[in-house]
T-cell receptor
C-alpha cells in the first residue's frame, strides 16, 4: 500500500553541524511534500514544503531536496541548534486528495 | 502560534464514557481537518470539513466518532463509549487557502483508563 517512511528513527548531531533527515515514499503519484517539526507536547509545526515540479527548495537554514526518480526527499538543517531538537515528519499528498499521509518520524537530538 | 485553538488540552476518562473536543480556528478558513496521533507515530487523517460540510471520513473514524462544524467556524469531535485504544492526541488543523499547507493546533490528549 501507500506509505511514507523514514530511514532513521533517531539522529544525534553536534551543535553547529548540519543535519540531514531522510524520507522515502512509495506513491509515484505523490506531488506535494511537507516537512513538519514536532516538539514534545505540541502539535506539528510547518517547516517547508515542495511540489513535484521542483527538486530543491530553500528556507531559512533549511533545504528540502526531492528526488522523484528514487522517491526520496530529505530535509537539511544548517548549523543545527539546540532548539532544533524535535521529531521531524515528512508528509505527502496527491493532487485531488485532501488527506496528508505522514511518516513515522525521526527524532533529532542536538548535543551541545 | 498557528491560530488554531484546541480544548481541552488534556482529558482523562474512564472506558465507556463520552468525550468531546473542540477546535477553534482563530480566523475563517474554508477547510478544517482532524487527525489522530498515537505515541511515536505520525498523525493519521480522520476527517475534514469544507465550510460546514464534512467531505471525507477515514476508515479510522468508527461509528463511535462524530465530528461537526455547524457554522463553518469551530468544530467538535465527539467520541462515544470510549475504549482504551482511543487514547491518543487529537489534532485539529486549518488549511492555508487551497495550498494543502496545514497548520496544526496543539492538540487534545485523551487518556482512557
Amino acid at each position: 500500500g501507500e506509505s511514507v517512511g523514514l530511514h532513521l528513527p533517531t539522529l544525534s548531531v553536534q551543535e553547529g553541524d548540519n543535519s540531514i533527515i531522510n524520507c522515502a515514499y512509495s506513491n509515484s503519484a505523490s506531488d506535494y511534500f511537507i516537512w513538519y517539526k514536532q516538539e514534545s507536547g505540541k502539535g506539528p509545526q510547518f517547516i517547508i514544503d515542495i511540489r513535484s515540479n521542483m527538486d530543491k527548495r530553500q528556507g531559512q537554514r533549511v533545504t528540502v531536496l526531492l528526488n522523484k526518480t528514487v522517491k526520496h526527499l530529505s530535509l537539511q538543517i544548517a548549523a543545527t541548534q539546540p532548539g532544533d531538537s524535535a521529531v521531524y515528519f515528512c508528509a505527502e499528498n496527491t493532487t485531488g486528495r485532501r488527506a496528508l499521509t505522514f511518516g513515522s518520524g525521526t527524532r533529532l537530538q542536538v548535543q551541545p | 502560534d498557528t491560530g488554531v485553538s484546541q480544548n481541552p488540552r488534556h482529558k482523562i476518562t474512564k472506558r465507556g464514557q463520552n468525550v468531546t473536543f473542540r477546535c477553534d480556528p482563530i480566523s475563517e478558513h474554508n477547510r478544517l481537518y482532524w487527525y489522530r496521533q498515537t505515541l511515536g507515530q505520525g498523525p493519521e487523517f480522520l476527517t475534514y470539513f469544507q465550510n460546514e460540510a464534512q467531505l471525507e471520513k477515514s476508515r479510522l473514524l468508527s461509528d463511535r466518532f462524530s465530528a461537526e462544524r455547524p457554522k463553518g467556524s469551530f468544530s467538535t469531535l465527539e467520541i462515544q463509549r470510549t475504549e482504551q485504544g482511543d487514547s491518543a492526541m487529537y489534532l485539529c488543523a486549518k488549511e492555508r487557502g487551497n495550498t494543502g499547507e496545514l497548520f496544526f493546533g496543539e492538540g487534545s490528549r485523551l487518556t482512557v483508563l
